[in-house]
């Protein structure tokens, strides 16, 4: 694959990359660059993380080594549970992304526990933290905490480990949402003061809940690898997706970020009668189908409903095997 495009690849999709001028320096090395991205712990794999997976596998493909970090420590200081059970719940973590793509021998998964309690990455942690405002450090979590209202310290020590995991793991790209900008932007400024090099940070947007509001675990709209296809169906069946709409509609971003990524072209099954399938090779092209009217939105959600099924049952399958 050449340059240009591999930094296609790279890009498609993401919210933003900080700098696109560094990520192309690192695509003319000649050497495999080192991906990563962390997860704490949880006992919902759904879309969000699902997106940053597909990112991981396009890496990959433009030959970068992919590095997963399961967070387990960082799941235990934002009160996730017990360390024991936060690396129970790592392990199955482990095997979903393996079910969605990510081969384990070419992808590193590593357990923040197996570096993070060691003297010297612990003494760093610290210097980071001499450097660091209070202020910046909640900054840095408002977006990734559930209770911020009330801090612990442990979780004002997250994002100094987070941005320490960057430096420890020898990361060239840290890949994560949107909502880790403030944490990625202390390591770009921090590590180089420490003596480390400052991580080129690609980001990934935020997804719509299925009813168009921000995605929730309280309020249950979202899909999660664990949903049955009955489950997915009724669903995908209650998502907001209003005729002719194409902008904050949360079924097109599933075609968008999680089937066009992984399927060059989709059919949408139809009757004779309502104009026979549809044979859809980009993402624009369905949306300027179902802008101009001529894909219903009850075929648009069927059709979402079977590809998911494809993505998602190699993950339950894997993920009942294991348990």
């Not at 900080?18 to 003319?28: G, H, I, S």
């Not at 493909?61 to 996730?80: S, T």
């Not at 990625?184 to 947007?205: D, N, Q, S, Y």
């Not at 489950?231 to 968008?256: M, Q, S, T």
Request: charged residues 30%; contains cysteine; proline residues 4%.
């Amino acid at each position: 694959m050449d340059k240009e495009e591999a930094l296609r690849l790279i890009l498609r999709n993401a919210e933003e990359v900080v700098r696109e001028e560094e990520l192309t320096a690192l695509l003319e090395e000649g050497r495999a660059p080192r991906a990563y991205t962390g997860y704490e712990p949880s006992g919902k794999i759904h879309m969000g993380h699902m997106l940053t997976v597909s990112k991981l596998l396009d890496l990959q493909r433009a030959g970068f080594k992919i590095v997963v970090l399961l967070a387990d420590l960082h799941g235990y200081l934002n009160e996730k549970g017990s360390l024991e059970d936060v690396q129970r719940t790592a392990e199955m973590n482990r095997e979903a992304f393996i079910a969605l793509g990510l081969d384990p021998d070419e992808t590193e998964f590593v357990n923040g526990s197996s570096f993070q309690l060691e003297e010297d990455y612990m003494l760093n942690v610290l210097r980071l933290a001499r450097d660091t405002t209070l202020n910046r450090a909640r900054r840095s979590m408002d977006e990734v905490s559930r209770s911020l209202e009330n801090p612990k310290v442990s979780q004002m020590i997250y994002p100094l480990m987070q941005a320490m995991d960057i430096a420890w793991l020898d990361v060239d790209l840290a890949v994560g949402g949107i909502d880790q900008r403030k944490i990625h932007m202390l390591a770009r400024e921090g590590l180089p003061r420490l003596g480390f090099k400052a991580p080129v940070c690609l980001h990934t947007p935020i997804l719509l809940g299925l009813d168009g509001e921000k995605m929730s675990s309280s309020l249950g709209n979202y899909i999660s690898v664990d949903d049955d296809e009955d489950a997915i169906k009724k669903k995908i069946r209650g998502a907001f997706c209003p005729a002719k709409v194409v902008d904050g509609n949360p079924v097109l971003e599933i075609f968008r970020y999680h089937i066009f990524p992984r399927f060059e072209t989709i059919t949408i099954e139809r009757p004779e009668k309502y104009g026979g399938n549809l044979e859809i090779e980009s993402f624009n092209a369905l949306v300027e189908v179902f802008r101009r009217g001529e894909l219903h939105p009850m075929d648009l959600k069927n059709a979402a409903s079977s590809y998911l099924e494809m993505i998602i049952g190699p993950v339950r399958s894997r993920l009942s095997e294991v348990k």
